[in-house]
């Protein structure tokens, strides 16, 4: 996997909920950039719901290297976080945390009836959320003297990235390019001012 590789996430927070033999499974599913992330939103559910029985946390973040990370949470070993992590890479997903909350009814369900249960709150939850893809994007800026700002603008405008623009005693151009084009846009960049660009 490259760095450079468009992938599949979600493009928002998700929730969704059902209920087996009295437990009560409620999905959350948010997109995280990074383990901190990830961390945060699995600390976030796990103080709103603080009286649940468990709340099993599954993610799967590009980082470097790539983390994917899952824990049962005080429920029978693999029968919760794997099932989960299952469903995300089944479904190639990342920079995706879920957090499945378990509030007991008073039945045990086993373990393959916890694994069906944990398996179809990440499958619920991520049906609710809208998969996206995405491009790794890099951002960069491009000062340049006011001479040279509508040659920029024009690359700028003809080439898939976002940008804005700052007019000071220069022009401050704050620029977010796909990473596989980000290195052949700064070079048409040095090459239309003659190397007058400060990136």
Do not use: W
Request: charged letters at 30%; aromatic letters at 8%.
């Amino acid at each position: 996997m490259s760095s450079t590789d468009a992938y599949r996430t979600i493009d928002g927070r998700a929730r969704s909920a059902f209920t087996v033999q009295g437990s009560e499974f409620i999905g959350h599913a948010a997109p995280v950039e990074t383990v901190a992330k990830a961390e945060a939103f699995i600390d976030d559910v796990a103080a709103e719901h603080a009286d649940a029985t468990h709340n099993v946390p599954a993610y799967r973040v590009r980082a470097d290297p790539f983390r994917e990370y899952s824990s049962d949470d005080g429920e029978p070993s693999g029968s919760a976080g794997k099932p989960m992590l299952s469903v995300l890479g089944g479904r190639e997903l990342e920079n995706v945390c879920v957090v499945v909350t378990r509030y007991f009814g008073g039945t045990k369900l086993g373990v393959g009836g916890l694994v069906r249960a944990y398996s179809k709150a990440t499958k619920d939850v991520l049906d609710a959320a809208e998969v996206v893809e995405e491009v790794p994007r890099e951002r960069f800026e491009a000062v340049v003297e006011y001479d040279d700002s509508g040659t920029i603008r024009g690359i700028l405008e003809s080439e898939d990235v976002e940008f804005d623009a700052a007019y000071g005693a220069d022009v401050v151009f704050d620029i977010s390019a796909p990473v596989a084009e980000a290195e052949h846009l700064r070079d048409r960049l040095r090459s239309a001012t003659s190397g007058r660009v400060d990136l």
